[in-house]
């Protein structure tokens, strides 16, 4: 439509290439020339700024989910949620209850010793002095090995678990369609019926938790089971892998604020938030407008959709200051996005800032420093920010 502001800018926002490079000068053009920007191509508003991407997230009424989160979702129509990110209250505020017990922080707190030796027996195999590709040997392997143990899948099956996950995820892989439908179909299969065996055989996992869960009085579906497992599976892994491997990337290329780490360790919780904020492990989600509204001056029309970027969000000079675009694991406030905003605010939130906090507390102690010694390859996907290759050197303390 002509007369739409940032169409020009915004024609790259999706765009593979941006991603598998280095989005933040575009993302930085738009914040300061078109806010609220048209794609053409694909049809939706990119929303770049912190104070607007909270604003959509936090009013489900106006801007929903369920008419898709993604923007290969646009146009799309859904019987029933295929994931809980699709729902929005009341439906939303039910399904969270149910899932919200097995992520309570006295659960979180519990898996500090799973957590721990897991990492540290990762963190044991990386030679100092050699060139080591973090992604496969700590990045992949830790948060899936842990989400694996939460929901009662064999220690054996974690790469298993890895091929399911990678074949949600939009843009992370080039696998030919047919083989990620049947992982899809395998990864369903097996969960579901994983559950089921819960329901006969009760243990205290998350698992078991979900088999016995009900909504007003009945048992999950087949179909919520799925929708419920498929999530926690990818979710629980996707955003721990991203932020450990481009977070280790961001400390190798700032090594000074590796340096303050090693210096004071209680910077170290502080740290994981500025990680998260800098890596921003989700890059963006959609929300449709359910009715007319404004967004920064901008006539937002019902039934357009709208995509947050929060990774332009979390680098937002007008929320985070002149030192937006710095890495300073000291900073605070730090009123990052990386988890969401509002009732979609991540479940799994906990166990990723504890899981990101205790792979840092085990390398401080083993290497004095690490440098970037290879190749750094990124996805180009728009959703995660997803690492093929991070080619790093620990030098040994």
Not at 231 to 255: C, D, F, H, K, S
Request: aromatic fraction near 6%; glycine fraction near 6%.
């Amino acid at each position: 439509m002509p007369g739409r502001p940032g169409t020009e800018l915004a024609a790259g926002v999706v765009d593979p290439s941006l991603y598998a490079s280095d989005p933040h000068p575009l993302f930085a053009r738009l914040r300061a020339e078109a806010p609220v920007a048209w794609n053409e191509e694909r049809g939706f508003w990119a929303v770049t700024t912190h104070a607007e991407v909270t604003r959509v997230e936090s009013d489900h009424e106006t801007f929903c989910a369920s008419k898709g989160i993604l923007v290969d979702e646009i146009g799309v129509s859904y019987p029933s949620p295929p994931t809980i990110l699709h729902s929005d209250p009341p439906a939303h505020t039910r399904y969270r209850r149910l899932v919200q017990p097995g992520f309570k922080p006295s659960v979180v707190r519990a898996l500090d010793p799973v957590v721990r030796s897991r990492a540290k027996a990762l963190v044991d195999r990386l030679s100092p002095g050699e060139v080591t590709d973090v992604v496969p040997m700590l990045a992949v392997p830790l948060p899936l090995l842990v989400i694996s143990e939460m929901l009662g899948v064999p220690e054996e099956d974690w790469e298993r678990c890895y091929e399911w996950s990678e074949a949600v995820v939009p843009g992370a892989v080039d696998w030919p369609e047919e083989r990620k439908q049947a992982l899809l179909a395998e990864m369903t299969d097996y969960l579901v019926n994983a559950t089921k065996v819960r329901r006969a055989e009760p243990r205290t996992d998350v698992l078991t938790e979900l088999a016995q869960a009900e909504i007003d009085g009945e048992q999950l579906s087949d179909a919520e089971l799925a929708m419920f497992l498929i999530q926690l599976l990818v979710a629980g892994n996707e955003t721990t892998r991203n932020l450990i491997a481009a977070g280790l990337v961001a400390l190798a290329q700032a090594p000074e604020q590796y340096q303050r780490l090693r210096r004071d360790a209680s910077l170290v919780p502080s740290a994981v938030e500025e990680l998260l904020r800098w890596t921003s492990p989700v890059l963006s989600f959609m929300r449709t407008a359910t009715r007319d509204t404004e967004l920064r001056g901008v006539a937002i029309a019902a039934g357009e959709p709208l995509l947050m970027l929060f990774v332009s969000a979390n680098r937002d000079t007008d929320m985070f200051g002149p030192t937006a675009h710095r890495l300073d694991v000291g900073r605070q406030p730090n009123p990052h996005i990386a988890f969401g905003f509002g009732n979609h605010f991540c479940l799994g939130a906990a166990l990723a800032r504890l899981e990101g906090r205790v792979v840092l507390e085990e390398l401080l102690a083993r290497f004095g420093r690490l440098e970037v010694a290879g190749d750094v390859e990124r996805t180009g996907s728009h959703v995660v920010a997803g690492m093929r290759r991070a080619e790093l050197r620990f030098t040994a303390v």
